[in-house]
């Protein structure tokens, strides 16, 4: 692959750089795609895919030192990556060739055991937009003492952060108003046509009394007027965006009598949201 598109690889800065490329056209590599924006992961993780969009999604928060583009552990272990066959020594030989640099075996096996997460640097984005949009950089997976590799899983994170998958469309929407959206995040032109198909397709949806129903309703006398609804949704398909609508709904039929309507949403008459109106 790196001999098929020659051109292009020696634009790349380096291995690291030529990994990234190859990433990028969705070769096989030893890099995981992460990034820095909070934003870009939330929106990964609610991204739509078909039926996984039916799926919880997930959000892991790391804190680590990354190492930088051209540090020693990032350079011998993209440098394994590309050529796995090499030995420490030869590995060894090569980064004192290529960098002027001298490293013994024994740190040289530490290197290509030990994975790392490398900092985001302008080094990666020649040719690849999609690492500028999203923020992105990469974590490296290493050799493990037993022929396989060390992934991410053997990484603890500081936080996982679980998105139920009713959440995801409105998360979406909200997103697409901060900006982050399959526009922005995939910056390629055919990306511009499936935003657009997104965004105005026509959402068929009509409010159905056997949705929901109507437990209780509390109006509360004091200086202003208040009133308590509990609204128990009946259909437990409805998407997050459709029960607003049918929040919306019932506030409108109290809205000319009541200064304040507390509403409470909930799969049972036991278990609400809070909303305010």
């Known amino acids: 692959m790196m001999h098929m598109y020659s051109n292009q690889m020696n634009k790349a800065r380096g291995y690291i750089g030529q990994l990234a490329l190859l990433q990028h056209y969705s070769v096989p590599t030893r890099l995981l795609d ?112 037993n022929g396989g590799l060390v992934t991410l899983d053997s990484v603890l994170p500081v936080c996982v952060f679980r998105i139920p998958a009713t959440y995801k469309e ?16 995939y910056p390629e032109l055919s990306s511009g046509g ?17 949705d929901y129903e109507i437990c209780e309703i509390e109006c509360g006398k004091s200086n202003r007027r208040n009133t308590n609804i509990c609204i128990k949704i ?15 709904h019932v506030c409108e039929n109290y809205e000319n009598v009541s200064d304040v309507i507390w509403i409470y949403v909930g799969f049972s008459t036991l278990v609400y949201r809070k909303l305010s109106c």
């Open 34 to 145: 992460i990034t820095v924006n909070p934003l870009i992961a939330l929106y990964f993780a609610c991204e739509k895919q078909g039926a996984a969009d039916d799926e919880d999604g997930y959000v892991f928060m790391y804190i680590r030192n990354g190492k930088k583009v051209d540090s020693p552990e990032v350079y011998a272990l993209s440098l394994h990556a590309c050529f796995p066959n090499l030995s420490d020594k030869e590995i060894s030989q090569r980064i004192k060739k290529e960098r002027q640099e001298v490293y013994t075996e024994e740190q040289i096996h530490s290197f290509i055991h030990t994975p790392v997460f490398l900092k985001e640097s302008a080094d990666l984005n020649v040719g690849n937009e999609r690492i500028v949009a999203q923020a992105g950089s990469f974590f490296i997976c290493a050799d493990d003492e």
């Open 170 to 185: 409105v998360i979406r929407s909200e997103l697409d108003e901060k900006g982050v959206n399959v526009r922005s995040v």
């Open 194 to 210: 499936i935003y657009l198909k997104q965004k105005y397709k026509k959402d068929n949806y009509h409010i159905d009394k056997n």
């Open 234 to 248: 009946l259909n437990v398909n409805l998407s997050i965006k459709h029960v607003k609508e049918i929040v919306r």
